[in-house]
């Protein structure tokens, strides 16, 4: 059976070792990430730079790219507002936005690539061929087609605005060869000037052809509306409603202020008959109150013969004017208006005659006598009122009846006006005025329009041509490098993060950090040859350390640690590991030896009684043992003599190598060792190792051993180790470098903390040599080198690999 100090004869799962709830580790604070971080700081810092180095030749052997550009300022075309309201809408309708609509052109319009293409193709005798391939040149074939040309003008020409408050284009060309670049920007500056000189040229023709069909049109109104006017003005005099006088524009006119006229005669009528009236119904009370019912007898029918002839009156004085106003002067008019006039004498002298009867019948009404003998009455006031009363009735029924004259006079004025063909004539005289004004103005445009034609304006300005650029746009190396820098720095810190988080293998002595005690101990790592079952007493002891070797000086440490290190004295010490062959066995047998090396009696009791291996490791027999001595049916301690001191007791060289001769005094000072094996085997050891039936037998063998070392079954598989622990004044916990995690020393170092109030002393079992906190083992290893045990190639590349993944990874 191979003894070592935890080398495992197979692979063992060291997840298996932890319930499910460790497994998912443990909170982590931003101490432990900068920690983590801080030891993985190679690795990050070989991530930048393997990165930041790879972009660098990556990008430097990148072709450059260069970038030229030119400014172009948009001219507006020259148009005044009043030549506008002879175009249609479809030629008045610019958009707000020019720039974007002349942009939308430049980046989609495939006609003018196309053109651009071929201008370009013409002036490309100004550059020289270039050695790799550029937008005008195949590397290998030559000058590209047209089609190939344009297409790629597409992506190496950029059209942007180049200020936002002003009308301006930004033309920019990219190319891997400088002068290309500026070639083709002046090119498609070119191009476009020239697109916008015919398209304005052919805009002012097309305005110019609109004009002159719009002057056309205008003339055929022109000579429609002036028909019109002669035929009307001819159609008025025919049917008499028009004088050579009235036929002209104001005839209307006329018609109207006569109708205000009128109108006004009217309201001063209306005026003076509201007050004639106010005066009659005056002149009635005041004799209505002198004498009762007199303007009742005194009303005759004279006064209504009288009303009757002076409405005749006022009606053929209206009818004489009408005539007037409505027939031009001749002798059969003059005819006509005597027997008006003639008629009208006749009417006046006999309302004369009426209105003198009028009155003498109102003086001689009823007896003139005193009137009840009242003062301030008689005849004079009398007669007075009834005059008065006279005269108003007269002036009443004069103003009724003109009155009413000048309301049928308006209304045949109005008549008049809506008869005569005068409005009409008006409106199309208006109409002719407007279109032959129109006209003019529509003839003087056309000529500026040909003058602009012949002599148009620039339609754009070159403000800034384009220049051979001196420096490359791209790739811009540096800035390539540092956000690959970054990038790898980033990565490897998530990386080193994530790989902590599910990488907890213990390592080196740093990764033990479950309490405040400073580590107790560190082993190296080393192995034994595989031996078989031994039966002589004197044959060497294969899992003993030799004792120069660099482990057995480890023991050896290990031990002083013990001894000096503690503030109290130490009897009983158990060693227990998480899992299975992480070194318990080998530690307590090599630190027994270490032990009686300084004149300790030590004795070793195997309580590992599920898998026991400690008597192999001195050759000793496995019965009797402990399960003999707790059933009182032996001592079953054995006595273990000390091997030759030539034998090298493992793979260590022999003393005889070293050390010419041997002191015999040393061995005489060095103490008792002793073994309590394991014992038979029994069903359910476990209940054979409990505190009543361990104290005693520990009591026991204390009184009689200095040092008493107990080997016990893995803490993790079984609870025997945490009963023993509880007896005990020191407890060893081992860790296995590459093969123990981190969260199973934990728990098991929380459990023992809890049940045991003696300190719990952490060792680091199989150091490698390169571990940082090893410096004892590395000094000590370039003196007396060891033989690691022997393994298969794939096991030995898989070791190398996972350590150096972890050494890159965790420092």
Known sequence: MPSSNGSPDAPVDAAALYSEELSNGSPTSPRDHLHALWRGKWFILSLVVILGGAAYFYYQNQPRLYQASTALLLNEPER????????????????????????????????????????????????????????????????????????????????????????????????????????????????????????????????????????????????????????????SRQRGLLSSEESGPGAANQLAGKIAELRHQKEKVKLDLTLEQALLDSAKARLRRIRPNLADRAASTTSTRLRKTQEEITALKSEIELIR???????????????????????????????????????????????????????????????????????????????????????????????SPDGTLARLRRRKATTQELFVSLSEKLQQTQISTEASSQQSEVLRPAAPPAAPIAPNIWNKVVLACLLGGVGGGGLTLLYNQFDDIIETPDDLSTSSEELFGTIPEWSADPAPEFDESDAPWPGIAAPFSPAAESYRQLATNIRLGLPHAVSIIVVTSPGAQEGKTTTSSNLAVALTEVGKDVLMIDADLQGPTLHRLFGADRAPGLTDRLSDESDAVQLLSSPEVQSSGGNGSSVESFVPEVDTSLEQQKGQLGLLAAGRSIPQPSLLLQQRHLQPLLERVEASWDVVLIDTPPALFYDDAFRLASLSDLTLLLAAAQQTRQRAVQDVHTRLGDLCSHPIAEVLNCASASAPASYSYNYTSSYYPSQKAERSPTERFKETVSRGVRRVMKG
């Open 80 to 235: 005044s507002s009043s030549m506008t309201e002879f175009l249609p809408k479809q030629a008045l309708m610019r958009s707000p936005n020019r720039i974007s609509r002349e942009i939308y052109f430049l980046r989609n319009s495939e006609v003018f690539a196309q053109k651009v293409a071929r201008e370009l193709l013409t002036r490309k005798d100004s550059l020289s061929p270039p050695s790799e391939t550029t937008l005008l040149w195949q590397e290998g074939e030559g000058t590209r087609s047209v089609g190939f040309l344009a297409s790629g003008l597409s992506k190496a020409v950029s059209v942007q605005q180049d200020v936002e408050e002003l009308p301006a284009l930004r033309i920019s060309v990219t190319s891997s060869d400088p002068e290309e670049a500026a070639l083709v920007a002046n090119t498609y500056a070119d191009m476009y000037q020239t697109h916008l000189r015919r398209s304005s040229n052919a805009e002012m023709r097309a305005t110019r052809n609109l004009l002159e069909e719009q002057k056309r049109t205008m003339h055929a109104q022109l000579r429609a509306l002036e028909d019109s006017v002669a035929e009307r003005v001819r159609s």
């Open 325 to 419: 106003a409505r027939n031009e002067p001749s002798p059969r008019l003059k005819a006509r208006l005597s027997d008006k006039k003639a008629r009208l004498d006749t009417l006046q002298q006999r309302a004369n005659q009426l209105a003198a009867e009028y009155v003498d019948q109102s003086l001689s009404t009823d007896a003139i006598r005193p009137l009840g003998g009242e003062s301030g009455g008689g005849l004079g006031s009398v007669v007075d009122l009834r005059r008065q009363i006279t005269e108003r009735r007269l002036s009443v029924t004069r103003l009724s009846t003109k009155l009413e004259a000048l309301n049928e006079r308006i209304e045949k004025h109005r008549a008049a006006l809506r008869e």
